[in-house]
């Protein structure tokens, strides 16, 4: 419940004042506006929705695929050596921390899967 509310947030204001206020939803904002420029070309990104590559998995399966550390460390990889199909990104070592806190703020779905 309180995830869906903040998707809400983060959707409908992304540079809304509280996050000012709140490191956790500025990082989240932050990591909402560069999956928007540079992942969501091949990923959907939003809570909801198949990915534009179908071979990309949508953003909530890798919230539910990973724990936040490892994510990163995979992310973190990814940016450098590039995954597979996925060719690597060129993103700073603190916008993998934004991206993953975006990708956790997808994470425990109310509906049970
Ligand atoms: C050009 C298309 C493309 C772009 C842009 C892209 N991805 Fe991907 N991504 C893919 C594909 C395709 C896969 C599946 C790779 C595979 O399994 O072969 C993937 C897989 C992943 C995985 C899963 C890796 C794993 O080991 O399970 C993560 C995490 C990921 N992408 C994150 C991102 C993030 C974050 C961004 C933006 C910063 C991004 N991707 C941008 C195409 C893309």
Redesign the pocket.
């Known amino acids: 419940m309180r995830t869906g509310l903040l998707v809400l947030i983060l959707l409908a204001a992304p540079a809304a004042a509280t996050a000012a206020d709140n490191p956790l939803l500025a990082a989240q904002a932050r990591g909402y506006t560069?999956?928007a420029g540079?992942?969501a070309?091949?990923?959907m990104i939003e809570p909801a929705g198949t990915s534009p590559?179908p071979?990309?998995?949508p953003f909530r399966i890798?919230a539910g695929?990973?724990v936040p550390l490892t994510?990163q460390r995979?992310?973190a990889d990814?940016a450098e050596t590039g995954?597979?199909?996925?060719?690597p990104?060129n993103?700073h070592a603190d916008q993998v921390q934004d991206?993953v806190a975006y990708?956790n703020s997808l994470e425990r779905p109310t509906d049970p899967h």
Do not use: K
Request: aromatic letters at 8%.
């Open positions: 560069l999956a540079v992942c070309a091949c990923h590559n071979r990309a998995p890798l695929r990973y994510l995979r992310l990814i995954h597979y199909a996925m060719p990104i993103i991206v990708i």
